[in-house]
């Protein structure tokens, strides 16, 4: 018996609703328990989640995500795929369940006709149409086989080098300024100021990476780059907002640069609250909206900050 084009409607808008909560769930569970693996994987140098057919790094919400998931049931492998694509690259999907992978999101741009009720003209219209797919760690494959793992596969970006990039995003920006004074670290939008500690008041480097990161990552809320609210007073849902979009897009720089990601090592106030960030999902009406908007704005923040943090070399003539 074939189903009608309204009942295919119905059960693609309650696979669609499912899979919106199933990766929101995920995700806010790991906030909500503090229960986020912040630590680096190795295995294969996979510093960053990436499609096992592709090589891209996955983007965004899906960056965390598959984070998240994989790294807290102990896989370190952070290559995925679907079954379709371990199929293809010659792995074994004999005992892969629907259920036991982990949901990703993809946005396409489609195109639409919309037509006039009083004239019957028709207009093109642009939209996005999510998909939702489960893809699976290579880990998770009964014949997988670890890497060989060589030497400059294991190396980590070391943080002289981080702030070396931080320093060029900060001379990047003409109206950008830092201060290396006081004991606490913040961005000030009025002003376009970024102020940190002296280099010595740090306890660990990594730490004074983190904290770069994470006010470079405030910065990009600037009217003049990527336009957030940065004005809301702390314990609002807009201040955590903030702090959340601050410390996802320092994941992905810090990453992305090859440099080890701990947030707990950061020297703003107030930073790295569980509180705060359980505080802003309870104030959220539509959550998964507002935790897939947070990280679509951590990965702008992200890429702006990667666009312009080269460090240019001198020339010597």
Request: glycine letters at 8%; aromatic letters at 12%; hydrophobic letters at 35%.
């Amino acid at each position: 018996m074939s189903w009608s084009k309204e009942k295919k409607k119905a059960y693609g808008k309650a696979k669609t609703e499912a899979s919106k909560a199933t990766w929101y769930e995920n995700l806010a569970a790991g906030i909500k328990d503090n229960n986020v693996p912040w630590r680096k994987p190795w295995k294969g140098g996979a510093t960053m989640p990436r499609n096992l057919k592709s090589k891209k790094t996955y983007r965004g919400g899906n960056i965390v995500a598959l984070w998240f998931w994989g790294l807290s049931r102990g896989y370190t492998d952070l290559r995925f795929a679907t079954r379709k694509q371990l199929i293809e690259k010659g792995y074994n999907i004999k005992g892969l369940k629907n259920g036991e992978g982990c949901l990703i999101k993809f946005a396409k741009t489609s195109n639409y006709k919309v037509e006039d009720k009083d004239t019957g003209e028709e207009t093109m219209r642009s939209g996005f149409v999510t998909r939702w797919y489960e893809v699976f760690c290579v880990e998770q494959c009964e014949d997988y086989e670890a890497p060989e793992v060589k030497d400059e596969d294991l190396s980590v970006t070391p943080e002289s080098d981080m702030m070396e990039s931080f320093y060029g995003y900060v001379d990047s920006q003409d109206t950008l300024t830092l201060e290396r004074q006081g004991s606490r670290a913040f961005y000030r939008v009025s002003g376009d100021l970024i102020r940190l500690p002296a280099h010595a008041d740090f306890e660990t480097q990594l730490g004074e990476v983190m904290t770069a990161m994470h006010e470079a990552v405030h910065s990009t809320g600037h009217p003049k780059r990527a336009e957030r609210n940065l004005a809301s007073k702390f314990g609002s849902p807009e201040y955590a907002y903030e702090e959340l979009v601050a410390e996802l897009g320092a994941l992905i720089v810090t990453l992305s640069l090859g440099g080890e990601f701990n947030p707990y090592v950061l020297q703003e106030e107030h930073a790295n609250s569980q509180a705060y960030l359980k505080h802003w999902l309870d104030a959220c009406k539509n959550q998964d909206s507002a935790l897939d908007k947070a990280f679509s704005q951590a990965q702008a923040a992200a890429d702006f900050i990667l666009n312009n943090c080269s460090v240019e070399e001198e020339v010597i003539a």
